[in-house]
């Protein structure tokens, strides 16, 4: 297997040309250091250390008569009474008429978008949707009908659905549908998307049941809305959004996730979506882990930590832009927008920290212990670091942090930063063709 060949060397050039462009490149030789305070995972209400959770679900194991792995795929043996109490759950949980179960929020996001939408609908989509969606959009019997819409804007939606419904005129003549893909946060900046204007608008210019509206919640669920319900069920649309998707690998602490939707559609993946159909279930632990997760986050201290998650966020926003204010944005610099904070209150817990020299940054965080990661073209637009607040999080840890931003950007003073390659509106086209690839 050493010996070389073409496709060895078309690799290895592949990518030597990631890390000579300065594109994101990832080693997983070594785990991320641990030794400061968790502000880069997204483990929103610090669930995956909580002792009250891991209680509960070894009390749930000790009356188990299964443990170990499913079998087999749930069109097979993998199926399980276990597996339908807990959709059952779900689906009253987030008040949706039905539910189904994926592996992970990649798949159920391909899956759906790969099987869902038929050769004459359209996918209008946000230009910063999550990758996933795109795989199923690659593989979909309606890729060739995609439009997509400047991320968050209202009137950039607008503008693409009325040509849509312009150049698809069997839309309005009831003969094919077409889905709109969004998300309730943005995992890079932290913004929240104007959903209730969105769903207005569909509503206000497609007819009834000519339209789809499919909302990923990957970083609302469990943060937000009514016992953690999530950001559709906080705006009070679950009756106006088609589909949600529920992620499990971040607020739960665990990983999986449900597609809340329709019966028909559930029945139609059922049959059609290979990435549920050609995947083993779940096994029985992760199972008895979602219940146990579900058990804490619809409780009073699921509450709590919410509460506790939106006090810090607002604390660490007001800190971080204090500091960054003495910093030149050719530095360090964040996204202040208003679509960070929502009319209900809700505060992201994700701080996007953008600076061109990002690597450096991160070198130098590394160093002093933080779990960071540096992001670049073509996962983002401007190099940045991720900050995310969790519920047990304390405000020493983030001043800490943010005393560190501060040193380091002293360190770098105010001459001798960089020209970023690719700065501008070209780098934003190159990262757009970028984003289509992932």
Not at 33 to 61: G, H, K, M
Not at 92 to 118: D, Y
Request: charged share 15%.
């Amino acid at each position: 297997m050493s010996q070389d060949s073409p496709l060895l060397y078309a690799l290895q050039r592949a990518i030597a040309h990631r890390v000579q462009t300065g594109l994101s490149t990832f080693c997983l030789d070594e785990p991320l250091p641990s030794s400061a305070a968790d502000l880069f995972s997204n483990d929103y209400l610090s669930l995956t250390t909580d002792p009250v959770l891991r209680e509960i679900f070894l009390q749930r194991l000790l009356g188990a008569p299964r443990l170990f792995g499913s079998t087999g795929s749930r069109i097979a043996t993998g199926n399980s009474e276990e597996c339908n109490a807990l959709e059952t759950r779900f689906h009253r949980f987030f008040g949706a008429p039905s539910a189904l179960l994926f592996n992970s929020g990649f798949t159920a996001n391909m899956g759906f978008f790969g099987s869902v939408p038929q050769s004459d609908d359209v996918i209008i989509y946000d230009e910063l949707i999550h990758a996933s969606c795109r795989e199923g959009f690659r593989i979909s019997a309606a890729r060739n009908a995609l439009y997509p819409f400047a991320h968050n804007s209202v009137a950039s939606f607008e503008e693409c659905l009325r040509n849509v419904l312009s150049k698809q005129p069997q839309i309005i003549h009831g003969k094919s549908t077409v889905f709109v893909s969004l998300e309730s946060v943005y995992s890079m900046d932290g913004d929240f998307c104007p959903l209730a204007e969105i769903v207005q608008l569909i509503e206000d210019l497609v007819p009834a049941g000519h339209a789809h509206i499919v909302v990923d919640e990957a970083h609302s669920t469990g943060i937000c809305g009514p016992n953690g319900s999530g950001y559709v069920s906080l705006l009070g649309l679950n009756h106006r959004v088609h589909t949600q998707v529920h992620v499990f690998s971040k607020a739960f602490g665990l990983y999986g996730a449900v597609v809340l939707t329709s019966p028909i559609v559930r029945e139609y993946m059922i049959q059609s979506a290979k990435s549920f159909v050609f995947s083993t279930a779940m096994p029985y632990t992760d199972l008895y882990a979602l219940q146990a997760s579900l058990d804490v986050i619809s409780s009073d201290r699921g509450q709590e930590l919410r509460q506790n998650l939106l006090r810090l966020s607002r604390y660490a926003h007001k800190q971080v832009l204090h500091a960054l204010k003495c910093i030149p944005g050719e530095i360090l610099s964040v996204d202040n927008s208003p679509s960070k904070t929502h009319d209900s209150g809700l505060c992201s817990p994700i701080i996007g920290i953008s600076t061109p020299l990002v690597r450096n940054l991160a070198d130098f965080l590394l160093k002093k212990g933080y779990a960071v990661t540096p992001f670049t073209h073509p996962i983002v637009r401007r190099p940045k670091i991720r900050v995310v607040i969790h519920a047990h999080n304390t405000e020493e840890e983030i001043d800490s942090f943010v005393n560190a931003l501060v040193q380091w950007s002293t360190m770098q003073g105010q001459d001798g930063v960089p020209a970023v390659v690719g700065s501008g509106m070209g780098a934003d086209r190159q990262y757009m063709k970028g984003r289509a690839r992932l």
